[in-house]
């Protein structure tokens, strides 16, 4: 089993590389293989909005940095998001690549009932607001949330602060070990208890009979 860490954060050797470390550390620990992306660098542009993917399960735009991950993550078992907090929420570059991970999956079962975690770090606000929108990216795909027993969360400002935030890496520890956990048991049960049939649902637009967007 495997697990795709990913580093949302523009510098590679910042406090979200320590908690990127820390969390493959106990993975690997309990026999859990890991691959750390460093995507918070990666030049990944936005969202155009033309919905080709919703028909082709494939985004238009074609930078090979994107799709490389992006494969990497649908094969993988699980998936670790660390983010820093930029202005209360997550860096654009990170955005850019979840908005697209997770809208061209959309019904394709890439992400579904995937084992998922994340971890913010924060110099000092914002941690509850990031990882909020990190857990609904995964609610949305029908990903599984690990529980961390306590807000997964880091503080720091400088390359290695969080290091200090003794509470905070405790909590990180215990995530990595339900991710692991949760992994072991999906895998264990497998065959025992197949997962249920997914419902074809109607698709509404609040009000009126849905469809996709034919704008363009
Ligand atoms: C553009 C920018 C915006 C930031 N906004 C916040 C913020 O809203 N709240 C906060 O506590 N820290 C904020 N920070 C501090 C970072 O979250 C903090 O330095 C964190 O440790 C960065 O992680 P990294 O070392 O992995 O890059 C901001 C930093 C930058 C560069």
Sequence with gaps: MKTIIVNGSPRKNGNCAKVAELFAATLEKEGIETELLQIGSMDISG???????????????????????????????????????????????LKSFLD?????????????????????????????????????FMICAGMIIAPSEGESMVFGLEPGEVMADQEGLDILEGTAGNMAWLMKMMETTKEMLPPPELKKRAQTNFIRQGGLCDDD
Excluded at 67 to 78: L, P, S, T
């Design 47 to 93: 969202c155009r909005g033309c919905w080709a993917c919703a028909k082709t399960g494939r985004c238009v735009q074609d930078d090979a940095d994107f799709h490389e991950a992006a494969e990497k993550i649908y094969e993988a078992d699980g998936l670790f998001v660390a983010a820093p907090v930029y202005y209360d929420s997550m860096p654009g570059q």
């Design 100 to 136: 697209r991970l997770f809208f061209q999956d959309r019904g394709g079962g890439g992400l579904r009932r995937k084992v998922g975690a994340a971890c913010s770090v924060q110099r000092r606000t914002g941690g509850v607001a990031l990882l909020d929108d990190i857990y609904h």
